[in-house]
């Protein structure tokens, strides 16, 4: 039983630092992808266009102007049509755009948002899953540790896990407060689109 625990405890501790790294990665992915959200030019132009179109088309129904867009609303913008019964909010306002700016204007959002297709695949949380596993894996080789040293055998062990705990322990109070900084993030992006995050 206790070859199985030091196995168990020495397996995950192979696999901390290359799972730690992935979500290292997912977090920066996903904080990039709010800021280039939050801070686009092009993207908050086009959604004024997208509002002021909205809103005319509200007008036309008799129905209150809107002051932001959600995006549920935008959602519908790509699906509610003209009296064409064929152009859709989104094709009108890329038309009307793309002949008043060009192909460079704010038609070329995509150069802005170039990094928010990896943090659309990012769940956040599996993510904080994955980091409260990692939270739980270095504490039960800490309790591990613990045993062994009591009883005063597997020095090795104890000597290897010690050391592995305290570094893991820092690196996850460091991921800890990446992660805070990026949810923080990720509630800004939800205010901008006045979603409840």
């Given at each position: 039983d206790g070859v199985q625990e030091v196995a168990k405890c020495f397996a995950f501790i192979l696999g901390f630092?290359?799972?730690?790294?992935?979500?290292?990665?997912?977090?920066?992915?996903?904080?990039?992808?709010?800021?280039?959200?939050?801070?686009?030019?092009?993207?908050?132009?086009?959604?004024?266009?997208?509002?002021?179109?909205?809103?005319?088309?509200?007008?036309?129904?008799?129905?209150?102007?809107?002051?932001?867009?959600?995006?549920?609303?935008?959602?519908?913008?790509?699906?509610t049509k003209g009296k064409d019964k064929k152009t859709t909010v989104i094709d009108y306002v890329v038309k009307m755009v793309g002949e008043k700016e060009g192909e460079g204007g704010m038609l070329a959002v995509g150069k802005e948002l170039n990094g928010i297709e990896r943090g659309v695949r990012v769940n956040v949380r599996e993510m904080k899953k994955t980091f409260n596993e990692l939270k739980n894996g270095v504490a039960g080789v800490d309790k591990a540790c613990q045993q062994y040293q009591d009883s005063g055998t597997n020095d090795v062990f104890v000597g290897k896990g010690m050391s592995f705990s305290a570094k893991a322990s820092d690196k996850l109070t460091e991921f800890d407060q990446k992660l805070n900084k990026c949810l923080e993030k990720v509630e800004t992006l939800c205010n901008f689109f006045a979603e409840d995050s």
């Open positions: 630092e290359d799972t730690l790294a992935e979500i290292v990665d997912k977090v920066q992915v996903i904080s990039s992808s709010c800021e280039q959200l939050v801070k686009s030019e092009k993207l908050i132009g086009l959604l004024k266009k997208v509002l002021a179109v909205g809103n005319l088309m509200n007008e036309g129904a008799g129905r209150p102007k809107a002051s932001g867009i959600t995006l549920d609303s935008l959602l519908k913008t790509a699906v």
